[in-house]
């Protein structure tokens, strides 16, 4: 199966350099706003698995593969939140992702190699903070990655509202393709994961891989697994996820402080 996440993931990185290749490096050094942390990503309770013991057979592992995976394509859109998170590999880098998805709004971070981004989006507004490998990679150097790192301290860089440059870089949290294969997808053997009842969906395409759809309750995504030893983890079905919240006006600095845009 085709990790549209990992993928993304890179893309990400692509994205970024061409939007943040004209950061400035050459501005007074604005002090750095009082140390502010991002909120702990956790969800305020327990939130429930895809199934419980006691919940009844869907019916999914009698159909067929492309018709189990139209109704966890279609569970995963309905889904009120969830959490995603996993590992893969590309070009030799390690590419690890971690997701909160609630609507159209979500949290989350990405790592490729040693460059760190957190991303966040809520009620419109977007938002990333990055670690100055990132800054180094994608801002044209060790030197503008040192300014800007003083610079922007701790806090959020607020994208421009209708700014497509930067759109790309929040397509991580767009669900709809997901699930996509590259290939044919054939249904394999039922197991459990995580103590969930699932089916298996086997890729024929490129990467391969298999997926697992929960057979009891709603249809979800349980994990999906490459033949690269990737992985994605659904988890917290229905959470809701403190830590995406509109940041304080304290925790953000408008992108244009430091791309003088």
């Not at 790592?111 to 981004?117: D, E, P, Q, R, W």
């Not at 997926?211 to 979800?220: E, K, R």
Request: with cysteine; aromatic share 6%; hydrophobic share 40%.
């Amino acid at each position: 199966m085709t990790m549209k996440l990992a993928g993304r993931a890179v893309a990400v990185l692509a994205v970024a350099a061409v939007s943040l290749s004209g950061c400035k490096s050459d501005d007074p050094v604005a002090a750095p706003a009082p140390g502010v942390t991002t909120p702990a990503a956790t969800s305020e309770a327990p939130a429930p698995s895809p199934s419980e013991s006691t919940a009844a057979d869907n019916g999914v592992a009698k159909l067929s593969a492309d018709a189990i995976l139209k109704k966890a394509t279609t569970a995963l859109a309905a889904a009120k939140s969830f959490h995603v998170s996993g590992n893969d590999v590309d070009g030799g880098q390690k590419i690890l992702i971690d997701l909160k998805i609630a609507g159209k709004d979500g949290t989350g971070q990405i790592t490729v190699g040693k460059a760190k981004l957190e991303l966040l989006t809520v009620g419109g507004g977007r938002y990333f903070k990055a670690n100055q490998a990132f800054w180094e990679q994608n801002a044209g150097g060790a030197q503008k990655a040192k300014v800007i790192v003083t610079v922007v301290g701790d806090r959020w860089v607020k994208v421009p509202a209708g700014d497509k440059n930067f759109a790309g870089m929040f397509d991580l949290f767009k669900v709809s393709d997901t699930l996509e294969p590259d290939g044919k997808v054939t249904k394999g053997a039922a197991k459990e994961v995580g103590g969930v009842p699932a089916i298996t969906l086997t890729g024929h395409g490129k990467e391969g891989g298999s997926m697992y759809i929960a057979t009891t309750g709603q249809p979800l995504p349980l994990e999906i697994d490459g033949n690269d030893k990737s992985t994605l983890k659904f988890s917290d079905y229905g959470a809701t996820f403190a830590d995406i919240k509109k940041p304080a006006a304290n925790q953000v600095l408008d992108f244009a402080a430091i791309s003088g845009k």
